[in-house]
């Protein structure tokens, strides 16, 4: 039970991220900066690792 909880929580952190940038707002930081877009997949990518990590030192992966 606690596998199956564990993997939405680590795919639902990149699909908030990704929601987020994926509005058309104006006035978010970092949308009209250079290098937003690879900062947004470095978040969803180091917030998903970390949350893979941290349930395989629980044991529920």
Do not use: C, E, Q
């Amino acid at each position: 039970m606690k596998m199956i909880s564990a993997w939405p929580a680590i795919l639902f952190a990149p699909t908030l991220v990704g929601a987020v940038y994926g509005m058309k707002v104006d006035h978010m930081p970092k949308l009209h900066w250079t290098l937003g877009y690879p900062f947004a997949l470095a978040l969803m990518l180091i917030v998903s690792v970390s949350l893979n990590l941290a349930f395989k030192r629980r044991g529920w992966l």
